[in-house]
């Protein structure tokens, strides 16, 4: 069974800090997907990974894909208050439409 | 606006009641999805379209629980005798088939009292 896992769960940071978000899986996928969601809020796509040693980047995030070590990570550099917010891994299942997703990391930037 | 839709945003309903929601698609999309969400965790499926064609559904998926989506357009999710347990938001997404992401619409929240 597909399962994916996040961590940390809970992250308070300051502004102008990096940190890193990890996403583990259990089993092959060779495809990741990286979503925000903002509270009461539906979820936004930010990133589709799709081969080892993926990395892409969009402003101060950064998304890789090591699918060998079955690691996703989502960097943040400098942080800004506007990217607090809850982001969420998933990755698809065998039948390769069904995505399964991670706990979600809530992510709290103080000014 | 081009982008999913679902109505209604919110629903009130009192156990043994049943609800309907409905989901418009991006219009060219041929999938469709359905999720559920509970507060602190993340998405988890329901079922799956392709066109008119419901392709799978999860076990957590119950009898009372249907899906339709009779003209490969917006589709519908129905919820007989509404229990506590089926207070979440119910999100659905779109996409094309062949390509990779998923689009979500803002959600149907439902409170069962």
């Known amino acids: 069974e597909l399962k994916v896992e996040q961590n940390p769960l809970f992250l308070s940071m300051q502004e102008g800090k990096n940190y890193t978000i990890y996403c583990n899986y259990s089993t092959t996928s060779d495809r990741l997907y990286w979503y925000r969601q903002d509270p009461g809020k539906s979820l936004e796509s930010l990133f589709v990974?799709?081969?080892n040693g993926a990395v892409k980047q969009e402003g101060r995030l950064m998304a890789s894909l090591d699918t060998k070590a079955r690691l996703s990570t989502l960097h943040i550099t400098a942080a800004v208050h506007d990217l607090s917010a809850t982001y969420f891994c998933a990755v698809t299942s065998d039948s390769n439409y069904q995505l399964i997703w991670g706990a979600g990391t809530k992510l709290i930037i103080k000014p | 606006d081009t982008g999913v839709s679902q109505d209604p945003r919110h629903k009130i309903t009192k156990r043994g009641q049943n609800v309907t929601f409905r989901c418009d698609p991006i219009?060219?999309?041929?999938?469709l999805y359905w999720y559920r969400q509970t507060l602190g965790q993340g998405p988890e499926f329901l079922t799956y379209f392709q066109n008119e064609a419901q392709l799978e559904k999860s076990r957590l998926l119950s009898d009372r629980f249907s899906a339709e989506r009779p003209k490969g357009s917006f589709s519908t999710l129905e919820i007989q005798r509404t229990e506590q347990g089926d207070s979440a938001m119910y999100l659905c997404?779109?996409?094309?088939?062949?390509?990779?992401?998923?689009?979500f619409g803002p959600g149907t929240r439902l409170t069962v009292l």
């Open positions: 997404a779109s996409s094309l088939a062949g390509y990779l992401e998923q689009f």
């Open positions: 990974l799709l081969s």
């Open positions: 219009s060219e999309h041929n999938r």
